[in-house]
Protein backbone atom coordinates (compact mmCIF):
# COMPACT_ATOMS: atom_id res chain seq x y z
CA UNK A 1 0.00 0.00 0.00
CA UNK A 2 1.34 3.59 -1.03
CA UNK A 3 1.72 6.08 1.91
CA UNK A 4 -1.30 8.64 1.07
CA UNK A 5 -0.30 11.79 -0.35
CA UNK A 6 0.15 15.26 0.66
CA UNK A 7 -3.94 15.63 0.16
CA UNK A 8 -4.97 12.71 1.32
CA UNK A 9 -2.98 13.58 4.50
CA UNK A 10 -4.63 16.96 5.20
CA UNK A 11 -8.04 15.53 4.51
CA UNK A 12 -6.97 13.06 6.98
CA UNK A 13 -5.76 15.23 9.66
CA UNK A 14 -8.72 17.62 8.87
CA UNK A 15 -11.44 14.91 9.73
CA UNK A 16 -9.42 13.80 12.52
CA UNK A 17 -9.50 17.25 14.30
CA UNK A 18 -13.09 18.34 13.55
CA UNK A 19 -12.13 20.74 11.40
CA UNK A 20 -14.03 22.26 8.36
CA UNK A 21 -12.39 23.67 4.59
CA UNK A 22 -13.12 27.50 6.07
CA UNK A 23 -10.43 26.33 8.76
CA UNK A 24 -7.82 25.60 6.16
CA UNK A 25 -8.36 29.43 5.14
CA UNK A 26 -5.49 31.20 7.16
CA UNK A 27 -3.14 28.23 6.07
CA UNK A 28 -3.65 28.14 2.79
CA UNK A 29 -5.51 31.10 0.85
CA UNK A 30 -9.15 32.41 -0.15
CA UNK A 31 -11.85 29.62 -0.27
CA UNK A 32 -11.69 29.37 -3.96
CA UNK A 33 -7.81 28.16 -3.61
CA UNK A 34 -8.58 25.77 -0.62
CA UNK A 35 -11.22 23.87 -2.70
CA UNK A 36 -8.77 23.70 -5.64
CA UNK A 37 -6.27 22.11 -3.79
CA UNK A 38 -8.48 19.29 -1.91
CA UNK A 39 -10.66 18.68 -5.22
CA UNK A 40 -6.90 18.27 -6.75
CA UNK A 41 -7.77 21.01 -9.49
CA UNK A 42 -5.35 23.80 -8.16
CA UNK A 43 -2.84 24.35 -11.02
CA UNK A 44 -1.01 26.55 -8.46
CA UNK A 45 1.23 24.31 -6.39
CA UNK A 46 0.33 23.64 -2.37
CA UNK A 47 3.86 24.83 -1.67
CA UNK A 48 3.48 28.59 -2.83
CA UNK A 49 1.31 29.86 -0.35
CA UNK A 50 2.32 27.73 2.24
CA UNK A 51 3.39 29.11 4.98
CA UNK A 52 7.73 29.55 5.55
CA UNK A 53 7.42 28.15 9.03
CA UNK A 54 7.08 24.32 8.52
CA UNK A 55 5.78 24.01 12.17
CA UNK A 56 2.19 25.63 10.94
CA UNK A 57 1.44 22.40 9.37
CA UNK A 58 1.66 20.60 12.30
CA UNK A 59 -0.58 22.75 13.87
CA UNK A 60 -3.91 21.33 11.59
Do not use: C, F, W, Y
Request: proline fraction near 10%; aromatic fraction near 0%; hydrophobic fraction near 35%.
Amino acid sequence: MDPPGPIDAIELRMEQQGLARKDLEALIGSRTHVAEVLNRNSHRPLRENAPRDPTVVTQL
